[in-house]
């Protein structure tokens, strides 16, 4: 990962800036790692507060995790959404097909939430639909 440079650890800093293949790199380091991938992938998390018993709901605010890309012969394995006013609306998810090639999205500068769901939706589709990997007749 060498263009990249990190400013600050919460990545809400404009100084922080990396290519989209240092992403894909930071992307399968972090998706191999088996807790964060559960994480990352799961739509929704109940839990217990505390000592007080409360359960709350947490909910993912990734849409691809309830789209056709995460059902059927699609697995997303890993994804991160973010945004800042510098960089737009920006995703990194990786996705299997019949537990077969896995495709690492990186997508920045999406004008708005819809439009980064759907260019994903449409990339990942595209790949897999028309993409033939070295070893396929």
Do not use: C
Request: cysteine-free.
């Amino acid at each position: 990962m060498n263009q990249s440079q990190f400013t600050d650890e919460t990545g809400l800093s404009a100084g922080n800036i990396a290519s989209p293949r240092d992403l894909v790199t930071l992307a399968g380091a972090a998706f191999s790692q088996p807790d964060l991938a559960r994480a990352v992938t799961t739509s929704q998390y109940l839990f217990t507060v505390g000592s007080s018993g409360r359960r709350r709901l947490a909910v993912s605010t990734d849409q691809l995790l309830q789209s056709f890309i995460n059902t059927g012969p699609y697995r997303i394995t890993g994804a991160k959404t973010g945004h800042l006013d510098e960089a737009g609306y920006t995703l990194v998810v990786t996705v299997q097909k019949d537990n077969g090639p896995t495709v690492t999205l990186v997508l920045l500068g999406a004008a708005s939430q819809p439009d980064r769901w759907q260019e994903a939706k449409g990339l990942v589709d595209w790949v897999f639909g028309h993409y033939r990997w070295p070893d396929e007749s």
